[in-house]
């Protein structure tokens, strides 16, 4: 469903902030580029969270709009200094029919040829992760290049019947082999508290996930489930049968995977965070409890979590007491 009008040769959106790399931190620029949209979303059978249908164009843009969308995003570039270049489609990048070789070329080899990019990370499902195709775009990107897949979790079952994703750990775990294996970076991205899971089961799943995907990816970052308009998620917090992680989860998440896998780059954006379609607390501790999650994203460190509220006795009561009366989950807003 379109309800807005937009230019074809304009992305969706482009922005700075800053991003961990490797031992340091560097500004960033984020691109979304609007292609036709993922090709399990256009086919109506997307995930449950997912409402980037939305943002893509309702009739395919041609080459030259979408190499137009990324000249202009890189108008917003940091300026003077060295920076990490960040590609989303609302879909995938490598999937041919979003985005043609011929501009995935002319993507890439400007990238290339600019000596102020030091990285660059696409998005993309692991299906359109072939040798090929990542020897491909190291030949036209020869810097550090990372690929980024929304494995979610590594549970099939939860990938599978509580997100609808449509494909399995072992898909990425190919996907992320051939990567490494044309030396080309991997990015995981988790997802805390798809639909149909306590907040408890959440928290665990993502800990083991975390624990799963460290084989197979340097960096992990933990989205927190926010609800997007259109979606069947919105449709299940309408009935009131769901509720987006507290923030406190995400925070014990983050702490319990840093501690156990200190030489990961774990991060967090807490988008929509405080809003009660997205990850909240109480409301009085929203803010801070975000502005933690950004500063340990940056810095990893573990120190920066420390936040205090009351709410968080109700929210550790909320986590037990959801595991023993779970189909009945206490959805305190
Ligand atoms: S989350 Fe990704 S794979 Fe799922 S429907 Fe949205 S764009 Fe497609
Ligand atoms: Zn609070």
């Not at 041919?96 to 040829?113: F, K, M, N, Y």
């Not at 990015?187 to 996930?209: C, H, N, T, W």
């Not at 989205?223 to 923030?247: A, F, H």
């Not at 156990?260 to 991060?267: A, G, M, R, S, V």
């Amino acid at each position: 469903m379109h309800t807005k009008t937009y230019q074809p040769d304009k992305p969706v959106a482009a922005w700075r902030s800053s991003d961990r790399m490797g031992d340091s931190v560097v500004p960033t620029l984020t691109i979304i580029l609007r292609t036709r949209g993922c090709y399990l979303a256009r086919s109506g059978n997307g995930c449950t969270m997912c409402g980037f249908i939305r943002d893509s164009a309702t009739v395919p843009p041609k080459p030259a709009d979408l190499i137009a969308q990324f000249r202009n995003a890189m108008t917003r570039r940091p300026d003077n200094r060295q920076f990490m270049v960040k590609i989303f489609t609302s879909g995938s990048f490598l999937d041919t029919g979003e985005v043609p070789p011929e501009v995935r070329s002319a993507i890439l080899g400007e990238l290339d040829c600019n000596s102020d990019v030091v990285k660059l990370v696409v998005e993309t499902r692991p299906e359109f992760v072939t040798q090929e195709m990542i020897a491909s775009c190291k030949q036209e990107f020869r810097k550090n290049f990372e690929i980024a897949i929304g494995v979610e979790t590594s549970n099939d079952g939860i990938r599978l019947e509580c997100i609808n994703k449509g494909f399995l750990f072992n898909d990425f775990v190919r996907a992320s082999e051939i990567a490494h294996r044309l030396d080309s970076g991997v990015k995981a991205y988790l997802l805390l508290k798809p639909p149909f899971l306590s907040e408890g089961v959440a928290i665990r799943d993502m800990v083991q996930s975390v624990r799963d995907v460290s084989k197979y990816a340097e960096t992990v970052s933990i989205n927190l489930c926010n609800v997007q308009k259109g979606t069947p998620l919105e449709s299940l917090k309408k009935r009131g049968d769901y509720r987006p992680p507290w923030l406190w989860s995400a925070i014990s998440v983050l702490r319990r995977t840093k501690e156990e896998n200190p030489d990961l780059i774990i991060t967090s954006d807490p988008v929509g965070a405080g809003s009660r379609h997205g990850p909240h607390n109480c409301g009085r501790c929203d803010r801070d409890a975000a502005d933690a999650i950004t500063r340990f994203s940056l810095t990893q460190d573990v120190g920066e979590l420390s936040v205090e509220c009351d709410c968080q006795e109700l929210w550790q009561k909320i986590v037990e007491l959801e595991d023993v009366s779970y189909g009945a989950p206490l959805l305190v807003s």
